[in-house]
Protein backbone atom coordinates (compact mmCIF):
# COMPACT_ATOMS: atom_id res chain seq x y z
CA UNK A 1 0.00 0.00 0.00
CA UNK A 2 1.96 3.42 -0.92
CA UNK A 3 0.57 6.83 -0.07
CA UNK A 4 -1.92 7.21 -3.19
CA UNK A 5 -3.48 4.76 -1.52
CA UNK A 6 -4.05 6.16 1.91
CA UNK A 7 -7.05 7.91 3.14
CA UNK A 8 -5.82 11.31 3.56
CA UNK A 9 -5.11 11.46 7.54
CA UNK A 10 -2.42 8.80 6.88
CA UNK A 11 -1.11 10.32 3.60
CA UNK A 12 -0.38 13.20 6.32
CA UNK A 13 0.80 11.15 9.02
CA UNK A 14 3.03 9.19 6.41
CA UNK A 15 4.59 12.82 5.00
CA UNK A 16 5.06 14.08 8.86
CA UNK A 17 8.62 13.29 10.57
CA UNK A 18 9.07 10.81 12.75
CA UNK A 19 9.56 11.54 16.40
CA UNK A 20 12.82 10.92 16.97
CA UNK A 21 13.70 13.63 13.53
CA UNK A 22 11.59 16.28 15.17
CA UNK A 23 13.75 15.91 18.17
CA UNK A 24 17.09 15.86 16.71
CA UNK A 25 15.62 19.35 14.79
CA UNK A 26 15.12 20.74 17.56
CA UNK A 27 17.61 20.02 19.81
CA UNK A 28 20.50 21.29 16.57
CA UNK A 29 18.18 24.76 16.85
CA UNK A 30 18.66 24.87 20.35
CA UNK A 31 22.65 24.04 20.40
CA UNK A 32 22.48 26.89 17.50
CA UNK A 33 20.85 29.16 19.96
CA UNK A 34 23.36 28.39 22.75
CA UNK A 35 26.32 29.53 20.18
CA UNK A 36 24.74 32.77 20.17
CA UNK A 37 25.48 33.34 23.48
CA UNK A 38 28.87 33.78 22.51
CA UNK A 39 28.43 36.29 20.10
CA UNK A 40 29.53 39.92 20.72
CA UNK A 41 26.34 42.69 20.89
CA UNK A 42 27.20 44.25 17.41
CA UNK A 43 27.23 40.42 15.80
CA UNK A 44 24.16 39.66 17.30
CA UNK A 45 22.40 43.13 16.04
CA UNK A 46 23.58 42.37 12.67
CA UNK A 47 21.21 39.06 12.66
CA UNK A 48 18.40 40.93 13.17
CA UNK A 49 17.06 38.65 15.77
CA UNK A 50 13.35 38.70 17.24
CA UNK A 51 13.78 41.17 20.29
CA UNK A 52 12.88 38.11 22.63
CA UNK A 53 15.14 36.36 21.39
CA UNK A 54 17.92 38.59 21.84
CA UNK A 55 16.77 39.22 25.73
CA UNK A 56 16.87 35.68 26.30
CA UNK A 57 20.10 35.12 24.72
CA UNK A 58 21.39 38.76 27.30
CA UNK A 59 19.52 36.40 30.14
CA UNK A 60 21.70 33.73 29.74
CA UNK A 61 25.15 35.51 29.77
CA UNK A 62 23.61 36.33 32.75
CA UNK A 63 23.04 33.72 34.79
CA UNK A 64 25.58 31.73 36.45
CA UNK A 65 23.19 28.63 38.18
CA UNK A 66 24.06 25.87 36.18
CA UNK A 67 20.25 24.53 36.10
CA UNK A 68 18.65 28.14 35.77
CA UNK A 69 21.32 28.36 32.34
CA UNK A 70 19.65 25.11 31.55
CA UNK A 71 16.34 26.06 31.46
CA UNK A 72 17.54 29.43 29.55
CA UNK A 73 18.84 27.46 26.82
CA UNK A 74 15.85 25.09 26.73
CA UNK A 75 13.80 29.05 26.03
CA UNK A 76 16.15 30.04 23.71
CA UNK A 77 15.99 26.74 21.68
CA UNK A 78 11.84 27.22 21.85
CA UNK A 79 12.19 30.67 20.44
CA UNK A 80 15.11 29.49 17.94
CA UNK A 81 12.10 27.26 16.37
CA UNK A 82 10.42 30.80 15.03
CA UNK A 83 13.40 31.70 13.37
CA UNK A 84 15.11 30.92 10.36
CA UNK A 85 18.50 29.12 11.02
CA UNK A 86 20.40 29.96 7.88
CA UNK A 87 21.64 33.42 8.39
CA UNK A 88 22.61 32.29 11.93
CA UNK A 89 24.86 29.45 10.82
CA UNK A 90 26.09 32.08 8.27
CA UNK A 91 27.06 34.35 10.72
CA UNK A 92 28.52 31.92 13.29
CA UNK A 93 30.57 29.85 10.59
CA UNK A 94 32.15 33.54 9.73
CA UNK A 95 32.59 34.19 13.22
CA UNK A 96 34.33 30.72 13.96
CA UNK A 97 36.94 31.67 11.07
CA UNK A 98 34.98 29.17 8.53
CA UNK A 99 33.47 32.15 5.62
CA UNK A 100 34.01 29.34 2.73
CA UNK A 101 36.73 30.45 0.42
CA UNK A 102 37.92 33.45 2.70
CA UNK A 103 38.25 31.39 5.90
CA UNK A 104 40.27 29.11 7.50
CA UNK A 105 40.71 25.86 5.83
CA UNK A 106 39.98 22.80 8.17
CA UNK A 107 41.93 19.42 8.71
Do not use: C, T, W
Not at 46 to 60: F, Q, S, T, Y
Not at 84 to 95: G, V, Y
Amino acid sequence: MNSEELPDDDAEFAERPSRSARKRAAEYLQKLGVRLVGLRDAQLQALALPEELLEAVREARRLRGQSALARQHQYIGRLMREVDPEPIERALDLAAGRGGAHGKMRR
